[in-house]
C-alpha cells in the first residue's frame, strides 16, 4: 500500500498529471465545438435538401 501512496506522490510532482488534464480540457472544447458546428451544417443541410426536392419535379430521378 505504501508503493501505491509514494507512485501517487511521484504522479503529483512530476508534470505529466497537469499535461494530462489540460490535454483533456483541449478535447473536451475541440469535441464542443464540433458538436455546435455539425448542429449548425445539420439545419442547413436540411433547408439545402427542401429547396432541392421542391425545385426537382417528382419523378425525375427514375
Do not use: Q, W
Request: charged residues 15%; proline residues 5%.
Amino acid at each position: 500500500m505504501c508503493n501505491f501512496f509514494k507512485k501517487i506522490k511521484l504522479f503529483s510532482r512530476s508534470e505529466d498529471g497537469p499535461t494530462s488534464v489540460e490535454y483533456a480540457v483541449l478535447i473536451a472544447v475541440i469535441c464542443i465545438a464540433v458538436i455546435g458546428a455539425l448542429s449548425s451544417f445539420g439545419v442547413h443541410m436540411d433547408a439545402l435538401y427542401t429547396t432541392i426536392e421542391t425545385t426537382v419535379p417528382p419523378g425525375a430521378a427514375s
